[in-house]
């Protein structure tokens, strides 16, 4: 299959006990950065039955073939899909020995959503920072605290998409001269539900890349805000909604190199902002170009702080 759709995937599943009440959820990120989340639950399932639910209903969410790389920190799922999977069809399902093959009916119906798509399989450590397997696991958690009826958890570090009323909200803009030479950021901090004046920083850097920028302005607004309190960022540029809602989480499970294997650009900055979206939910907002009176105030700040600091 050629000109394919790329989509990039990634799925958990689990159950408390084993077996027991299970969740599974799917995090499904499109070229554009479009984001769409899945989950579920049953009532008595396994851990091995939930991962392979989630990558079967994150598959049948695609409308059209694609080109998918689904990522898991199940080996069961991926070393049953990439080593077992033939030997099983070959045998009329089954498998060496003529034994049966477990969780054959889940099998089955990956086997044929396969059949649809392109796939690369990816096995990434699970719990270990990546921002939308963290997401996944999050999500088939409280898929199955719903079914269960416990009280639902929501640890600091709930990576993007977390729907939680946010405690502050962050405006970016950024000023670079067409002459060259140093650029200048500002953000503005505003604690929500208080009428509190909003901080607002400003800084000049003597990268005049309008795309570094905003990392560092996106950045020092995150870090300073206390703990792992939740913020909606508005993002006033498609380069940070992107890269926070749909490259980041790629860049991390291929060890920061684009598709075509190159380093990340502004890597550095893109890590520190990862480690703050692993802090704390972010809701990334796509702030369009509006002459807003506070856009007008934070253009003039950043323009100002080119010749301050």
Not at 54 to 61: C, D, K
Not at 182 to 193: C, L, N, S, Y
Request: hydrophobic fraction near 35%.
């Amino acid at each position: 299959m050629t000109d394919l759709p790329t989509v990039t995937i990634y799925t958990d599943g689990g159950s408390q006990p084993n077996p027991g009440p299970g969740g599974w959820a799917a995090v499904l990120v499109a070229e554009n950065g479009y984001t769409k989340e899945l989950s579920g639950a049953e009532p008595d399932t396994t851990n091995n039955r939930m991962e392979l639910t989630a990558a079967i209903q994150a598959l049948r969410a695609l409308k059209g073939a694609s080109h998918v790389t689904l990522y898991t920190d199940s080996e069961y799922l991926r070393n049953g899909i990439t080593s077992w999977l033939p030997g099983w069809v070959a045998r009329g399902w089954r498998r060496k020995g003529d034994k049966p093959v477990q969780n054959e009916d889940l099998w089955r119906a990956l086997h044929a959503e396969t059949g649809r798509h392109t796939i690369d399989w990816q096995w990434v450590k699970g719990h270990a920072g990546n921002t939308f397997n963290e997401r996944a696991d999050q999500l088939a958690t409280q898929a199955r605290q719903q079914l269960t009826g416990e009280s639902p958890s929501a640890p600091a570090g709930a990576p993007i998409g977390s729907h939680v009323l946010p405690a502050f909200e962050i405006a970016l803009r950024v000023s670079v001269p067409r002459s060259g030479g140093a650029g200048g950021w500002a953000a503005r901090i505003a604690p929500t539900g208080t009428d509190s004046q909003p901080p607002v920083l400003s800084w000049r850097s003597a990268e005049t890349s309008s795309n570094r920028l905003i990392l560092e302005a996106a950045l020092a607004a995150l870090q300073a805000i206390p703990g792992g309190e939740p913020a909606r960022l508005f993002c006033p540029d498609d380069y940070l909604y992107n890269g926070l809602l749909g490259w980041i989480g790629s860049w991390q499970a291929r060890g920061w190199k684009t598709k075509s294997g190159s380093p990340v650009k502004h890597q550095d900055l893109w890590r520190a902002l990862a480690d703050e979206l692993a802090r704390r939910p972010v809701e990334c907002v796509l702030e369009r170009e509006q002459p807003t009176e506070l856009a007008r105030d934070l253009d003039r700040l950043a323009a100002g702080a080119i010749g301050s600091n």
